[in-house]
């Protein structure tokens, strides 16, 4: 199917699926639930014009009710327009369209975003992946945009890959710009003339670099859009026959937003969506490199949810790394430590750190102009986390960091399990299995020791919080007494399915991924996660989202593992809004009717 035919049966599909399920929230809970009675009149009030009142049990920046008043100005038309013009009409006439139904609706829209953001992002990760296969694989042709790099003391260029041939790479490097590393560490620019004709024939004039923004390799080392358009333009193909989301994209982004999690919120008034609308949209400006762009997109992604706050550093670390150590043949200039193989699973090296870390501090100038936007809302918000006590509003002492170790191993063995389709196909299973008895064979002492800190996190560090135990609304609760609870011996004896999910997560993700990338994007799901003392479901969003997104499909398989995974989402979808909607139940000592949520 095409692309276009695919993206109007689906929407077609979407508006109907969504209108329905809305409706039937509306007409079997009328009245606000859970979290909703405390963002449902706060928003409210906003809507009244009263942005002096605050709830002091919310928790979170008002980032959802500006993002519901901002939206409901355009879904009705005109309340904008008077909003500004007659502000003293207000509380008459803007109040009644911050109904229960309305403010739902925008968690609605919010997911709906998500899907074109979602398909944006697979677009960018697959393109890198694609390039960054090319170059491990040694198939990568030298394109218009390559670039030697040659060292002040030794005048040879580098060859492009896979060329054994000195006359093939002489008349390959015809007309390329060559960079030097000065004595001074910048990078110099000398042009040559000429073109360099591509393996389908095409002509390609050498763009020229000079004029580029200088970053912190000189000129040449562009942050901006050359620097993001440089990337992928060496690998196999054509780019031009690849500059719009495939009808592949497409397919995964549909299936993600269907990720029960994520989509059962959508239908209420909870800050879930929007916060996954705006990581995403701050991590797809990093992946184009504007990161001004990012920097705004952080503070929205701040206010919907603080412990967002992590996810801005992530992007900061993956786009430094980006534009500080790119890939070979990206276009910008690269140091040994680029040579070696990107996409196998060794371990981030202290060296590797060390000579990135280095790498910023002796181009700090061109770091802080690229990123000081990034680094400055990060600052911000640590300046306010400590003169607030915390990272929280209100409910402080419901809401009291903790040091919650075993929080990071639920959060992978459940993206694990959400990822079955791709983590439990038999070649990857066979892969892994592989991989980890040659581990145990190769290095028994660290397998050992993995092992044991594993088991004292979980001995040590396990939290049952009040409201895991006590509220038996939630999935968490009857995970945690069906399975946890049966036997104290439990907890121990899940500790090697932990690590089997943590190690088949990190092998997938390094067949398109960037050691550096896989460490910080553990890091920052430990960061957000481990400090959280409760167990809910959607606290996994965001690193099931960028596993997702950044974990390849099987190359001849890749059509049927993506509607294994969609259906497999929708059925769940399914039996979660059957069981909230159908399925209720009473508290005898609280009045109202209580529903299954995830």
């Given at each position: 199917m095409e692309m276009a035919s695919f993206s109007r049966v689906y929407w077609g599909a979407a508006t109907v699926l969504y209108v329905c399920i809305a409706y039937a929230f509306a007409k079997e809970v009328p009245q606000a639930y859970m979290d909703e009675i405390f963002h449902i009149p706060q928003c409210q009030a906003f809507c009244e014009g009263r942005f002096s009142y605050w709830d002091p049990m919310i928790t979170t920046f008002p980032g959802l009710y500006y993002a519901?008043?901002?939206?409901?100005?355009?879904?009705?038309?005109?309340?904008?327009?008077?909003?500004?013009?007659?502000?003293?009409?207000?509380?008459?006439?803007?109040?009644?369209?911050?109904?229960?139904?309305?403010?739902?609706f925008v968690n609605i829209v919010l997911s709906l975003v998500c899907l074109l953001l979602f398909r944006e992002v697979a677009f960018e990760v697959r393109l890198r992946a694609e390039h960054l296969l090319a170059v491990d694989s040694g198939s990568q042709e030298l394109g218009s945009g390559q670039i030697a790099v040659t060292n002040g003391v030794e005048s040879q260029s580098k060859k492009p890959i896979g060329s054994n041939d000195s006359k093939t790479y002489r008349e390959a490097n015809k007309g390329?710009?060559?960079?030097?590393?000065?004595?001074?560490?910048?990078?110099?620019?000398a042009k040559r003339r000429g073109t360099h004709h591509t393996e389908n024939g095409t002509a390609a004039a050498i763009e020229d670099l000079t004029g580029r923004k200088?970053?912190?390799?000189?000129?040449?080392?562009?942050?901006?859009?050359?620097?993001?358009?440089?990337?992928?333009?060496?690998?196999?193909?054509?780019?031009?026959?690849?500059?719009?989301?495939?009808?592949?994209?497409?397919?995964?982004?549909?299936?993600?937003?269907?990720?029960?999690?994520?989509?059962?919120?959508?239908?209420?008034?909870?800050?879930?969506?929007?916060s996954t609308a705006a990581i995403a949209a701050m991590y797809l400006a990093t992946l184009r490199h504007r990161f001004w762009v990012a920097a705004l997109l952080a503070v929205v992604a701040i206010f919907f949810?603080?412990?967002?706050?992590?996810?801005?550093?992530?992007?900061?670390?993956?786009?430094?790394?980006?534009?500080?150590?790119?890939?070979?043949?990206?276009?910008?200039?690269?140091?040994?430590?680029?040579?070696?193989?990107?996409?196998?699973?060794?371990?981030?090296?202290?060296?590797a750190l060390w000579a990135l870390a280095k790498r910023a501090w002796t181009h700090r100038t061109a770091v802080l102009r690229t990123f000081g936007p990034l680094l400055f809302v990060i600052a911000a918000f640590v300046v306010f986390a400590?003169?607030?006590?915390?990272?929280?509003?209100?409910?402080?002492?419901?809401?009291?960091?903790?040091?919650?170790?075993?929080?990071?191993?639920?959060?992978?063995?459940f993206v694990f399990c959400a990822l079955a389709p791709v983590q439990l196909l038999p070649a990857h299973v066979s892969h892994v299995s592989a991989?980890?008895?040659?581990?145990?064979?190769?290095?028994?002492?660290?397998?050992?020791?993995?092992?044991?800190?594993?088991?004292?996190?979980?001995?040590?560090?396990?939290?049952?919080?009040?409201?895991?135990?006590?509220?038996?609304?939630?999935?968490?609760?009857?995970?945690?007494?069906?399975?946890?609870?049966?036997?104290?011996?439990?907890?121990?004896?899940?500790?090697?399915?932990?690590?089997?999910?943590?190690?088949?997560?990190?092998?997938?993700?390094?067949?398109?991924?960037?050691?550096?990338?896989?460490?910080?994007?553990?890091m920052a799901t430990f960061g957000v996660l481990v400090p959280a003392p409760l167990?809910?479901?959607?606290?996994?969003?965001?690193?099931?989202?960028?596993?997702?997104?950044?974990?390849?499909?099987?190359?001849?398989?890749?059509?049927?593992?993506?509607?294994?995974?969609?259906?497999?989402?929708?059925?769940?979808?399914?039996?979660?809004?059957?069981?909230?909607?159908?399925?209720?139940?009473?508290?005898?000592?609280?009045?109202?009717?209580?529903?299954?949520?995830?």
């Open positions: 519901a008043l901002f939206l409901l100005s355009f879904l009705y038309p005109g309340t904008a327009a008077f909003q500004l013009l007659q502000g003293k009409f207000i509380r008459s006439t803007f109040r009644p369209l911050c109904s229960l139904f309305a403010l739902r390329k710009e060559t960079i030097s590393r000065a004595g001074s560490g910048k990078l110099s620019v200088t970053g912190p390799g000189g000129p040449g080392y562009e942050f901006g859009e050359a620097a993001y358009d440089s990337i992928g333009t060496a690998s196999v193909g054509d780019l031009q026959n690849r500059r719009q989301p495939s009808t592949e994209d497409f397919f995964k982004a549909a299936a993600l937003v269907l990720y029960p999690p994520h989509f059962f919120f959508a239908f209420l008034f909870y800050t879930d969506v929007g949810r603080q412990t967002n706050v992590v996810w801005a550093l992530f992007v900061t670390c993956t786009g430094a790394t980006e534009v500080l150590w790119p890939l070979p043949g990206s276009g910008m200039p690269s140091d040994r430590l680029d040579k070696r193989s990107l996409n196998k699973t060794e371990s981030v090296s202290p060296l400590v003169r607030n006590g915390g990272i929280v509003l209100g409910a402080k002492d419901a809401h009291k960091m903790s040091l919650h170790m075993p929080q990071f191993l639920y959060c992978l063995a991989y980890g008895i040659a581990r145990v064979k190769r290095s028994p002492g660290r397998t050992l020791a993995l092992l044991l800190a594993a088991l004292a996190a979980v001995h040590w560090f396990t939290i049952e919080h009040p409201y895991l135990l006590a509220d038996n609304r939630h999935y968490p609760f009857y995970l945690w007494r069906w399975i946890f609870k049966r036997h104290v011996a439990v907890k121990y004896l899940l500790v090697p399915f932990y690590l089997y999910a943590a190690t088949s997560l990190v092998l997938s993700l390094a067949k398109t991924q960037r050691p550096l990338w896989i460490f910080f994007y553990l167990i809910e479901f959607r606290y996994f969003n965001v690193p099931f989202f960028l596993a997702a997104l950044h974990v390849p499909m099987p190359s001849k398989r890749r059509r049927p593992t993506l509607l294994l995974q969609l259906v497999l989402f929708a059925i769940l979808d399914i039996g979660a809004v059957s069981l909230f909607l159908r399925r209720t139940f009473e508290w005898p000592h609280e009045s109202g009717t209580q529903r299954y949520m995830w």
